[in-house]
């Protein structure tokens, strides 16, 4: 990834898009690559421009947000995607972590924290708004049979005690180097559990883990 974080915009709102590359245009460091209209076209807009990062919407009227996200995770060096909506419900919260997505963010974030959460996510950092890190902790607090929670917690049994350890911080949100000095491990150290985790559980991201992490909570 270079020095300037390119971003390719997804929203079939046109006034979306021109607000959303007016504003990111405002952050140094960040460049608008690209802003196309439907789902339909992302494949050919990340042949083309090659962004590090998509901000993606959810409903469009072609191809949907969470299905494109789902194509673009399955390339060989795909971008980070951020879902960037209006909609926060749970069940759009799971479908975009497991769609492989590193972000969820509301239009009604603030333009600096959306700069933020795009340097971040480039960077190899998870990013959700507060309002999904609330309501990923309490989403299905069910009791009795739940396969999904079964899952995740067989998943997580998988791994050693240091490798756990590393997964409930990385679904806290914690940054590499803030997992480091909770654990007095070093930044490549925390770099490595995350690489074996990743590997041991068949996760694409790091957004992944916290998503099993919070099924196992259930």
Same mark, same amino acid.
């Given at each position: 990834m270079s020095a300037t974080v390119r971003v390719l915009l997804v929203d079939d709102d046109a006034l979306v898009?021109?607000? #959303? &590359?007016?504003?990111?245009?405002?952050f140094d460091g960040i460049e608008v690559v690209a802003a196309v209209s439907d789902g339909a076209e992302v494949a050919a807009a990340v042949n083309t421009h090659r962004p590090d990062v998509v901000l993606m919407d959810i409903r469009m009227p072609g191809i949907d947000g969470?299905?494109?996200?789902?194509?673009?995770?399955?390339?060989?060096?795909?971008?980070?995607?951020?879902? #960037? &909506?209006?909609?926060?419900?749970s069940d759009h919260v799971q479908r975009a972590m497991a769609a492989g997505a590193s972000g969820f963010l509301l239009k009604h974030t603030a333009p600096q924290e959306i700069a933020q959460a795009v340097r971040r996510v480039a960077a190899g950092e998870p990013m959700l708004s507060p309002e999904v890190t609330r309501r990923l902790m309490t989403m299905v607090a069910g009791s009795g049979a739940d396969p999904e929670r079964d899952r995740a917690r067989a998943a997580l049994g998988r791994l050693s005690p240091g490798e756990r350890e590393v997964a409930q911080l990385v679904a806290r949100g914690r940054t590499n180097q803030e997992i480091g000095t909770a654990l007095a491990m070093s930044t490549a150290t925390v770099k490595a559990y995350v690489s074996r985790i990743l590997t041991k559980l068949g996760l694409a991201n790091r957004t992944q883990i916290a998503l099993v992490v919070h099924d196992a909570r259930r």
């Open positions: 898009r021109a607000g #959303l &590359t007016m504003m990111l245009g405002a969470l299905t494109a996200t789902e194509a673009l995770r399955a390339r060989r060096e795909p971008p980070e995607v951020i879902v #960037l &909506t209006t909609f926060d419900t």
